[in-house]
C-alpha cells in the first residue's frame, strides 16, 4: 500500500475520533437546567429564589444526582459562580438561591445547573442541645427555638410552663427584640402561635393563656434541621392539647413550624430576613370553633425596655399604634430604642393567607405586643382531618422603619420573581 492510500485510510478514521470526542465533550459541558429570572414590577435586593428540580431530576440523576451541581450565572459569554442548596421536598429537589445584588424592574437574569463542585460560601447554621436550637451565622446569634419545657419565674403558677416557642430573636448588632414571662401577661413567650377563644366538643378551651388550665402547646419533635450557605432552619412538631376533656387530654392539633433564616443582610448591612410557616391539621374527631376575638395566632412580645415613646408601630397602610388595633395590613412594623439605639421588626402576611390582608392586635399604649388575627373578622372553623397554613416573614432591622425599604421587601414575599426552567 503506497503512504497516498495509507493517508486516506487513516485520516477518516482519525476525523471520526476526533468528531466522536468533541461530540462527548460538547455533551459533557451541556447545562442540565437552563433557567431564567425575571424581576417583574419590582426591584430586587438580594431576593432569595428558588425553582423545583422535578421535571429535570432524571437528566441530574443520570449526571451523577445532587451532590455534583453547580450553578452559574451567564451573561453573554461571563460565567460567574453562584451560591446554591438544594431542599428536599419528599421525592423532589428544590433549588434555592440568591439573586444577588440589585435587579431593576424589568430586569431579567439567566442561569445554567451544570456538573460540578458547587461554590463554597460561609453557612447559616443550626446549633442544638437538649433545651434549645439556635441559628446562627459565625459569632452572630439570630435566633432561638426552646425546644424543652421553661419555667416561668419563681412564684408564678407551674401552669406557665411552656416548651415550642422563639426566644430570644437578635437584631444584627446583637441587641434581644423578644421577651418572656413580662409582669403583665406571664404567658407571653416571644413568638409563638396559640389560638384564644375557642370551643371543643361543646368546651371552651384557651391555649393562649394557659394559666386557667385548658390548653397549652407542646413541641414534640424535630423534624428536620439544616445548616447552608443559602439558609439554615428547622422544622420542628407540636401539638396543641386540650387539657380537660371527657376522657382526660386530647390533642387536637398537629402543628408544623418551619421556620428558616437567609444568608443575606448581616450586621454590615443592618438586616436578617426570617420565614416562618405554620402548618396546623386538626388530628381530633371533633371540629375546633374559632370564636370571634380581639387577638390569638401568630403572636411577638417585644423587648421589655420597648415602652411608652420608645414602642413604635407602623403598618402598610399608614397606621400607628394610636389607630392600628383592628386594621388590616400586608405588613406591620413593631420597632423601639434600647439604650437610644433603635431596631425592629416588618412583620409581614402572606396573600395565601386566611383573611389576609389581616387584621391586627396592636397595644395603643405601655409595652410592645403584637398580634395577626384572623379571628377578630368572625367566627371560623378547624375542621377534623384539615390543614391550615399560615405564612409570615419577619424583615428584622436595624434603626427605624423605612417605608420604602418594608414596601420592597414585602413584594419580594408576596409578590416573589418569577423563575422558570427553560424548556
Known amino acids: 500500500m503506497t503512504f497516498r492510500s495509507k493517508f486516506f485510510t487513516v485520516v477518516p478514521f482519525v476525523i471520526v475520533l476526533v468528531l466522536s470526542c468533541g461530540l462527548q465533550l460538547i455533551i459533557a459541558a451541556q447545562p442540565l437546567a437552563k433557567?431564567?429570572?425575571?424581576?417583574?414590577?419590582?426591584?430586587?435586593?438580594?431576593?432569595?429564589?428558588?425553582?423545583?428540580?422535578?421535571?429535570?431530576?432524571?437528566?441530574?440523576?443520570?449526571?451523577?444526582?445532587?451532590?455534583?451541581?453547580?450553578?452559574?450565572?451567564?451573561?453573554?459569554?461571563?460565567?460567574?459562580?453562584?451560591?446554591?442548596?438544594?431542599?428536599?421536598?419528599?421525592?423532589?429537589?428544590?433549588?434555592?438561591?440568591?439573586l444577588s445584588g440589585t435587579t431593576p424592574a424589568g430586569g431579567r437574569r439567566s442561569y445554567e445547573l451544570i456538573q460540578g463542585q458547587p461554590t463554597k460560601s460561609s453557612v447559616v447554621e443550626v446549633v442544638k442541645d437538649d433545651k434549645v436550637l439556635l441559628l446562627k451565622?459565625?459569632?452572630?446569634?439570630?435566633?432561638?427555638?426552646?425546644?424543652?419545657?421553661v419555667s416561668p419565674p419563681k412564684g408564678k403558677s407551674d401552669l406557665y410552663q411552656r416548651s415550642g416557642f422563639i426566644h430570644p430573636l437578635w437584631s444584627p448588632s446583637q441587641m434581644v427584640l423578644t421577651n418572656i414571662h413580662p409582669r403583665d401577661h406571664c404567658h407571653h413567650v416571644g413568638i409563638w402561635m396559640p389560638w384564644t377563644h375557642?370551643?371543643?366538643?361543646?368546651?371552651?378551651?384557651?391555649?393562649?393563656?394557659?394559666?386557667?388550665?385548658?390548653?397549652?402547646?407542646?413541641?414534640?419533635?424535630?423534624?428536620?434541621?439544616?445548616?447552608?450557605?443559602?439558609?439554615g432552619g428547622f422544622q420542628a412538631e407540636q401539638e396543641h392539647v386540650v387539657?380537660?376533656?371527657?376522657?382526660?387530654?386530647?390533642?387536637?392539633?398537629?402543628?408544623?413550624?418551619?421556620?428558616?433564616?437567609?444568608?443575606?443582610?448581616?450586621?454590615?448591612?443592618?438586616?436578617?430576613?426570617?420565614?416562618f410557616v405554620s402548618t396546623q391539621k386538626n388530628v381530633a374527631k371533633s371540629p375546633l370553633h374559632q370564636d370571634k376575638y380581639r387577638y390569638g395566632g401568630f403572636g411577638f412580645r417585644g423587648a421589655g425596655e420597648w415602652d411608652g415613646?420608645?414602642?413604635?408601630?407602623?403598618?402598610?397602610?399608614?397606621?400607628?399604634?394610636?389607630?392600628?388595633?383592628?386594621?388590616?395590613?400586608?405588613?406591620?412594623?413593631?420597632?423601639?430604642?434600647?439604650?437610644?439605639?433603635?431596631?425592629?421588626?416588618?412583620?409581614?402576611?402572606?396573600?395565601k393567607n386566611f383573611r389576609h390582608p389581616e387584621s391586627m392586635r396592636i397595644w395603643p399604649s405601655g409595652q410592645m405586643f403584637f398580634n395577626w388575627a384572623p379571628?377578630?373578622?368572625?367566627?371560623?372553623?378547624?375542621?377534623?382531618?384539615?390543614?391550615?397554613v399560615f405564612r409570615y416573614r419577619m424583615y428584622v432591622h436595624e434603626g427605624k422603619v423605612d417605608v420604602s425599604v418594608a414596601e420592597r421587601a414585602w413584594n419580594d414575599f408576596g409578590h416573589p420573581p418569577i423563575v422558570r426552567l427553560e424548556k
Not at 309 to 335: I, P, V
Open 243 to 275: 387539657l380537660q376533656t371527657r376522657d382526660g387530654e386530647k390533642v387536637v392539633l398537629r402543628e408544623v413550624w418551619d421556620v428558616r433564616v437567609y444568608n443575606v443582610g448581616g450586621p454590615e448591612k443592618g438586616y436578617r430576613i426570617v420565614d
Open 137 to 149: 451565622k459565625g459569632g452572630e446569634k439570630i435566633l432561638q427555638y426552646n425546644h424543652a419545657i
Open 35 to 98: 433557567i431564567t429570572v425575571e424581576a417583574g414590577n419590582h426591584i430586587r435586593i438580594d431576593t432569595p429564589v428558588c425553582i423545583s428540580l422535578k421535571d429535570v431530576s432524571q437528566r441530574i440523576i443520570s449526571h451523577g444526582g445532587n451532590s455534583a451541581l453547580r450553578l452559574e450565572e451567564v451573561n453573554g459569554a461571563i460565567r460567574v459562580p453562584v451560591t446554591m442548596q438544594i431542599e428536599q421536598q419528599g421525592k423532589t429537589s428544590v433549588l434555592w438561591w440568591i
Open 198 to 231: 375557642t370551643k371543643f366538643e361543646g368546651r371552651q378551651v384557651n391555649f393562649w393563656d394557659i394559666k386557667g388550665g385548658q390548653g397549652t402547646v407542646r413541641f414534640v419533635k424535630f423534624l428536620s434541621t439544616v445548616s447552608g450557605p443559602v439558609y
Open 375 to 388: 379571628s377578630q373578622l368572625g367566627e371560623w372553623v378547624m375542621e377534623p382531618g384539615k390543614s391550615y
Open 309 to 351: 415613646k420608645t414602642a413604635c408601630y407602623l403598618t402598610s397602610e399608614g397606621k400607628n399604634r394610636k389607630n392600628g388595633h383592628a386594621t388590616r395590613a400586608r405588613w406591620c412594623d413593631t420597632y423601639g430604642s434600647i439604650n437610644g439605639q433603635w431596631a425592629g421588626i416588618t412583620h409581614m402576611s402572606h396573600p
